[in-house]
Nanobody
């Protein structure tokens, strides 16, 4: 069993900041990629940012310069620092991870957290 648990979603004012966290737990070997996705009501789930185990990152154009993704490999945790928040950032934010487990051989699977609500008021 592998679990992803998000935290940090909250109400915020435009221009404010929030920090999201996602911790992976369970029986696994490694987590090559971790990332954050957002889904607003009536919209598709979209990539916000991702980070690999060696620190390479990618960001959606809409958050470049405002959001920063990072990870603590020792804690199996990924973070999303969200600065200069805009009402358009309002969405449910989902943690995603590619996780390798061991069952006699390595197996790579994709996992999702339950989501954490971010609401930004104008």
């Amino acid at each position: 069993q592998v679990q992803l648990v998000e935290s940090g979603g909250d109400l915020a004012q435009a221009g404010g900041s929030l920090r999201l966290s996602c911790a992976a737990s369970g029986n696994f070997f490694s987590i090559p990629v971790m990332g954050w996705y957002q889904q607003a009501p009536g919209k598709q789930r979209e990539l916000v940012a991702l980070i690999t185990s060696d620190g390479s990152t990618n960001y959606a154009d809409s958050v470049k310069g405002r959001f920063t993704i990072s990870r603590d490999n020792a804690k199996n945790t990924v973070y999303l620092q969200m600065n200069s928040l805009k009402p358009e950032d309002t969405a449910v934010y989902y943690c995603n991870a590619q996780i390798t487990t061991v069952r006699g051989s390595l197996t790579l699977n994709n996992y999702w957290g339950q989501g954490t609500q971010v609401t930004v008021s104008s």
